[in-house]
C-alpha cells in the first residue's frame, strides 16, 4: 500500500525530512570509504571513481525526485530540482574549501582529469541551455535534446575513463607549491590508513568483491533515503504554499545534494581532495542525463519545452560556477580569503546573486 503523503501534516513531513536527511547523510559519509577502496582495488584513481561511483550514486536522491515529479505531471519541477541541485552542488566545494581550512582547495586538487570533468560538464550544461532556450522536438514521446544530452553524458563517462591515465600534462621541475601539494595529496600509507581507521572506514583489506556488494547496499539506502527526502520536502513546498519554481530550485535541491554534502566533506578528511572534486562533477553530469529520464516518464510534450527563463538562468548560472572552479583548478594559486580560495568566494557571490535573479524571474 503506497505511503498517502500528502495526508500528513507539516509536523510529520518535517520528521520523515529530518530522519531521511541524517540517513542519507550517514550513507554518503560511508560511501566515501568504500569508493577509495574500490579505487585502490581496480585502479580507476580518485578522479574517475569520484565522478562515476560517487557522483552517480550521490545522484539517486535527484533520481528519486525527478521520477516523483515526472509521475505527477510536475515536469517543471523536475527541471528545476536538477538545475538548482548542480548550481548547489558547486557552491558545496567552496564549503568543502571553508572545511579544509588551510589553504586553497583547487591547489591541491591536481589531476587534469578534473579540468577534463569540468569542461565536459560546462558542455553539457550549455546544451541543456540551446534547448531550452530553442525547443525540444519530440521523437517517439521522447525528446530529441534530452536523447542527445543523455548519450553526451555517457561519451563523457567514456572520455572521463580514457583521460585518467593519459599523461597528456608532464610536470617538469616544480615549484614549492606544487611539490607541497604533491606532499598533502600523496602523505603516504600510513597516515592515509590512520586517516582511514579514525573515520571508521578501514576498507582498504577488504576485498573487492565485500567492497562492492556493501556499496550496492550503502547506494540502496541513499536511494530509499532519498526518496522519501524529495518527497517529503516536495510536499511540504506544497502544503505551505511557495512558488514550485524557486521551491525546486533551493528547497528539493538543496535536499537532495546532501549526499554530495556529506561525501565532499568525507573525502576531504581522507585527504581525497581530486575525488571530491570529481564527486561534484560527476553528480551534475548525471543531474543532466536525469533530464531524460524524466522525458520518459512525463506525459505530454518534452520537458525541455517546458522551460522558460528561469530553467535558462538556472542553467547558465550552473556553467558560470562550473567555469570559476575550472579557473582555480588552471591558476592553482594558493592564496585565501575567509578561509577559502578566491574562486570559493567569488562562487559564493556569484551564486547569491543568481539567486537573486531566479527570485525576480520567480515573481
Known amino acids: 500500500m503506497p505511503i498517502d503523503f500528502n495526508s500528513m501534516s507539516l509536523w510529520m513531513l518535517g520528521a520523515i525530512f529530518a530522519a531521511a536527511a541524517l540517513v542519507v547523510w550517514l550513507a554518503g559519509t560511508r560511501l ?7 579505487s585502490t582495488k581496480t585502479g580507476l584513481g ?4 569520484g565522478m562515476l561511483l560517487l557522483g552517480g550514486i550521490t545522484s539517486l536522491p535527484e533520481l528519486a525526485a525527478v521520477s516523483t515529479s515526472a509521475a505527477v505531471g510536475n515536469a517543471p519541477l523536475a527541471v528545476n530540482n536538477l538545475l538548482g541541485t548542480a548550481s548547489i552542488n558547486l557552491v558545496l566545494l567552496a564549503v568543502a574549501d571553508i572545511i579544509y581550512g588551510r589553504d586553497a582547495l583547487t591547489s591541491v586538487a591536481a589531476k587534469p582529469a578534473t579540468l577534463m570533468q569540468g569542461v565536459l560538464s560546462m558542455l553539457l550544461a550549455s546544451g541543456v541551455a540551446m534547448i531550452a532556450t530553442a525547443g525540444d522536438v519530440s521523437i517517439l514521446g521522447v525528446g530529441a535534446g534530452s536523447t542527445g544530452l543523455a548519450l553526451a553524458c555517457a561519451a563523457a563517462l567514456w572520455i572521463s575513463s580514457n583521460f585518467e591515465h593519459r599523461h597528456v600534462w608532464e610536470v617538469v621541475g616544480g ?3 606544487t611539490q607541497a601539494g604533491r606532499d598533502r595529496e600523496g602523505a603516504g600509507g600510513d597516515d592515509d590508513e590512520q586517516d582511514d581507521q579514525r573515520n571508521g572506514q578501514g576498507t582498504h583489506s577488504w576485498t573487492l568483491r565485500k567492497l562492492v556488494f556493501a556499496t550496492v547496499i550503502v547506494a540502496a539506502i541513499i536511494l530509499v533515503g532519498g526518496f522519501f527526502l524529495s518527497t517529503s520536502a516536495d510536499i511540504i513546498a506544497t502544503k505551505t504554499g511557495l512558488a514550485s519554481g524557486i521551491v525546486g530550485f533551493l528547497l528539493v535541491g538543496l535536499s537532495t545534494s546532501l549526499p554530495e554534502i556529506s561525501s565532499v566533506t568525507a573525502a576531504i578528511r581522507l585527504r581525497r581532495y581530486d575525488m571530491a572534486v570529481g564527486d561534484i562533477f560527476g553528480t551534475n553530469l548525471f543531474n543532466i542525463a536525469l533530464i531524460f529520464l524524466a522525458d ?3 506525459v505530454g510534450e518534452p520537458v525541455l519545452s517546458l522551460a522558460g527563463r528561469f530553467e535558462l538562468i538556472g542553467a547558465i548560472l550552473a556553467i558560470i560556477l562550473t567555469g570559476v572552479f575550472v579557473i582555480g583548478l588552471l591558476e592553482r594559486r594558493n592564496r585565501t580569503i575567509l578561509h577559502m580560495g578566491f574562486d570559493s568566494l567569488a562562487s559564493l557571490l556569484i551564486f547569491a546573486g543568481g539567486v537573486f535573479m531566479l ?5
Not at 566515501?32 to 574500490?38: C, E, N, T
Not at 527570485?359 to 515573481?363: F, M, P
Open 32 to 38: 566515501v570509504g568504500l569508493v577509495d577502496g574500490v
Open 175 to 177: 615549484d614549492e607549491q
Open 296 to 298: 520518459v516518464i512525463y
Open 46 to 49: 580518485q578522479a574517475f571513481t
Open 359 to 363: 527570485i525576480q524571474v520567480s515573481g
